[in-house]
């Protein structure tokens, strides 16, 4: 599953296997400019990584990429950071 961040809002988006969804929890939202984003994986199977960083091209928007290959509902957190 793909999850997409543009300043305050997210959404997903579904890659293969079964559908999902999700919800997600701000502290601070994308400033809209070019970000170096890293990202830390707190809780959760499989893998999740950075797979766009917000750019002026991709109008500011970040994808985090969720891959898990286990056939049962999952939860994942993870912190993405940035600096200012």
């Known amino acids: 599953m793909d999850i997409y961040f543009r300043q305050g809002r997210s959404w997903t988006r579904r ?3 079964k559908s999902g969804g999700g919800e997600a929890r701000f502290f601070e939202a994308l400033p809209q400019r070019n970000l170096n984003l890293s990202l830390r994986k707190n809780d959760g199977r499989g893998r999740v990584s950075v797979r766009q960083h917000p750019s002026r091209s991709n109008d500011y928007t970040a994808i985090v990429r969720v891959v898990d290959h286990k056939a049962a ?3 994942y957190e993870f912190t993405l950071r ?3």
């Open 15 to 17: 890659i293969s296997g």
């Open 73 to 75: 509902v999952g939860s």
């Open 82 to 84: 940035w600096n200012d």
